[in-house]
């Protein structure tokens, strides 16, 4: 096979319009391309999900994340994402000054950071 396959986009929910664009724009600098409500139909027939919903889409030019916007709070689980940025400590700054606590966790010597946003998404940051 020669063909790569590449990441197009990363969808996430998030509890408030607000906080997305503090997390995506002002954390994370993302431009926000364009807002919009999918209709019932059509978050029925992807999602199984028969309501519209409010959707922001960020991006970058390299960096597309969908971020639905719905009050309910998710459980626990494994998911997470894993981004790249370009300066730690100022990701680190950018977190602290907006009341996110980023954190550490030690695995075979080496120390990985990890962030939740205000809706309680994990990202593993590199």
């Known amino acids: 096979m020669t063909e ?5 986009h990363v969808a996430v929910e998030c509890s408030e319009r607000e906080t997305a664009d503090r997390f995506f ?13 999918l209709s019932e139909e059509l978050s029925t027939s992807i ?3 028969k309501k519209r919903i409010d959707m922001i889409t960020y991006d970058n030019g390299k960096t597309r994340f969908e971020v639905f916007l719905t009050p309910t709070k ?7 994402i894993c981004i790249e940025v370009p300066d ?15 954190f550490f966790i ?18 593993e940051i590199k």
């Open 74 to 80: 998710k459980p626990s689980s494994f998911a997470h």
């Open 25 to 37: 724009t002002t954390i994370l600098g993302l431009p926000q391309l364009k807002s919009i409500t």
């Open 4 to 8: 790569e396959t590449t990441l197009q």
């Open 88 to 102: 730690k400590n100022e990701f680190i700054d950018r977190c602290r000054q907006h009341g996110l606590k980023p």
């Open 106 to 123: 030690e695995k075979d010597g080496k120390q990985l950071l990890f962030v939740r946003d205000f809706s309680e998404n994990l990202y």
């Open 47 to 49: 999602f199984h999900i």
